[in-house]
T-cell receptor
């Protein structure tokens, strides 16, 4: 059972924006800003798209943005494209322990 | 460029052990820990633990305590993960990733499929 809660699926049309939530508690997400987000296409390794809640690695599109409020982190993808269709996972790091979200399948309609 | 290259797929019988390697290049090995993560077919990600490549200190997920051992071979810039007493529900793709999580995992191995079947 995943420690962080994500919606199982979200969908959106091209050019729209969607937001994926990742809810934890005061022992993980609520403790610090070590939340990261990953995109995973079928058969591929996860790709880091957001770290430290809202920072983007070099080379990641600015259509991806992250935020946090209390015990919930969020990933927003704006200007949806067909290639954004993938699974998305959140990860929190607290006291040397990693917790995962269960993953959200994004469908671009 | 940073690369993590894992050993190939394996098929094991229940009760056996498996050792997966993760050969790194493109950075100073001892500057970053290595985390091991697995993904069962069609499932989410599961954390096995990490090893500090500088001093060999390990931190295993409670679920795998006593069954997993993570090691490194610094001259070869390689990390290893051994899982013992394999069960069918250990069937998964096992990934190594650079770091321990506080900066995210920016680099991943390609994954190693471990199939446990009699």
């Amino acid at each position: 059972q995943s420690a962080l809660t994500q919606p199982a699926s979200v969908s959106g049309s091209p050019q729209q924006s969607i937001t994926i939530s990742c809810t934890g508690n005061t022992s993980d997400i609520g403790t610090n800003n070590y939340v990261s987000w990953y995109q995973q296409h079928p058969g591929k390794a996860p790709k880091l798209i957001i770290y430290d809640v809202s920072d983007r690695p070099s080379g990641v599109s600015n259509r991806f943005s992250g935020s946090k409020s209390g015990n919930t982190a969020s990933l927003t993808i704006s200007g949806l494209r067909a290639e954004d269709e993938a699974d998305y996972f959140c990860i929190s790091y607290t006291n040397s322990i990693i917790r995962f979200g269960g993953g959200t399948k994004l469908t671009v309609l | 460029q940073v690369q993590l290259v894992q050993s190939g797929a394996e098929v094991k019988k229940p009760g056996a052990s498996v050792k997966v390697s993760c050969e790194t290049s493109g950075y100073t090995f001892i500057s970053y820990g290595i985390t091991w993560i697995r993904q069962a077919p069609g499932q989410g990600l599961e954390w096995l633990g990490w090893i500090d490549s500088y001093n060999g200190h390990t931190n295993y997920a409670q679920k795998f305590q006593g069954r997993v051992t993570m090691t490194t071979e610094t001259p070869a810039s390689t990390a290893y993960m051994e899982l013992r007493r394999l069960r069918s529900d250990d069937t998964a793709v096992y990934y190594c990733a650079r770091g321990v999580g506080n900066e995210g995992f920016g680099y991943w191995g390609q994954g190693t499929l471990i199939t446990v079947s009699s």
